[in-house]
């Protein structure tokens, strides 16, 4: 490849992103119009040189917080159909990591377990990671019936890594978020149920400064915070981008601090231009530069 002219820091990323490209099998809800499940979390990934298979859900029309969608649930049965034609292509064993996200029914939680089974019984160091999807703050519980048990009782024992929001977080230990100490215990009691890696997103504690965004991640090793500026916005989708951009950095870098920096950095790039757009979707294509050189780079640190 010929440049032109040196490099910019961006694009020695970009490139080097290349060399450790992997196979990340995405199970989660689609949309047509719009970015949510891996209508927002594929493409990112992509932008970041990682090959995604991405099997839906669901196939909605738009999001579930606009009140009105149309569009099937899939059976489980369809999930699995999909997931062997994957496996009887012979590349489960190069399948480095397995995505799960909304989750439609608890029957294809059982089904996403099944693929978790077979890709790690295909390629021992493969690793799971579920992004809890349950509901939040503002909305309460927004998954049918049966989904936030499921989850709790059987997908996060099975979860190498977890991406709860705090209502999440809260919904799934029991734990009252009530200041960062607490959520740390809580990520804590999390971890001892499964995922020995944890990322909290979307934390607002009564300790958080107003005009604050905080996250957290915590593993074997310690505990790390990133502080973001708040957006005067309210979207869905960006944490099924977060939950993607963050395991895709932890299995290149193995580093949950690290990991935490760079995808909050560029979801908050991506909805920084949201905002300034005004738009009610993540503008997940036109900001697409935010995955791979965010223009803003949020430092994790220790506490
Ligand atoms: N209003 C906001 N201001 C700044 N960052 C935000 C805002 N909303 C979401 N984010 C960023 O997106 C991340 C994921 O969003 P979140 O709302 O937690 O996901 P979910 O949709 O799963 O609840 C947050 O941790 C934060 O980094
Ligand atoms: C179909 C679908 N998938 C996924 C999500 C999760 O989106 P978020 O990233 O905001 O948690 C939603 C939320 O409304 C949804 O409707
Ligand atoms: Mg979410």
């Given amino acids: ?17 290349w060399g450790c490209a992997m196979n990340i099998l995405s199970i989660q809800s689609h949309v047509a119009y719009g970015h949510v499940g891996n209508a927002s979390a594929v493409f990112p990934m992509q932008r970041l040189g990682h090959e995604v298979w991405a099997i839906n859900t669901v196939q909605f029309s738009n999001h579930t917080g606009y009140g009105a969608w149309r569009g099937p649930v ?6 699995r159909e ?48 579920c992004d809890p999807v349950i509901g939040d703050v503002g909305r309460g519980v927004f998954v049918r019936p049966g989904i936030p048990e499921f989850i709790r009782d059987r997908a996060m024992p099975a979860a190498d890594v977890a991406t709860p929001n705090q209502f999440e977080l809260e919904h799934l230990t ?4 009530g200041g960062l100490g607490a959520a740390k215990i809580a990520a804590s009691a999390l971890r001892a149920i499964g995922p020995k890696v944890v990322l909290v997103t979307s934390l607002q504690t009564p300790e958080t400064p107003d005009g604050v965004m905080e996250l957290l991640a915590v593993d074997g090793e310690g505990a790390w915070r990133v502080r973001t500026p708040l957006l005067p916005v309210s979207v869905n989708g960006a944490g099924d981008a977060i939950a993607a951009l963050f395991f895709v ?37 036109a900001a697409q530069d935010e995955f791979v050189r965010p223009s803003r780079v949020f430092v994790a640190e220790p506490i």
């Fill in 249 to 285: 950095h932890w299995l290149t870098t193995r580093s949950a601090a690290e990991a935490m920096s760079k995808a909050a950095s560029s979801v908050y790039g991506l909805l920084k231009a949201t905002a300034e757009a005004g738009s009610r979707e993540i503008l997940t294509v």
């Fill in 1 to 17: 490849m010929e440049l032109d002219g040196a490099p910019a820091a961006g694009l020695e990323r970009e490139l080097s992103s």
């Fill in 174 to 177: 029991g734990v009252a978020v």
């Fill in 82 to 129: 999909v997931v062997a034609g994957v496996e009887e292509r012979g590349v489960l064993p190069v399948c480095d990591g397995v995505l799960s996200g909304y989750m439609g029914d608890a029957s294809i939680g059982e089904a996403i377990l099944d693929a978790v089974e077979r890709v790690k019984q295909a390629n021992p160091s493969a690793l799971y990671c």
């Fill in 74 to 79: 899939f059976p489980a049965d369809a999930i």
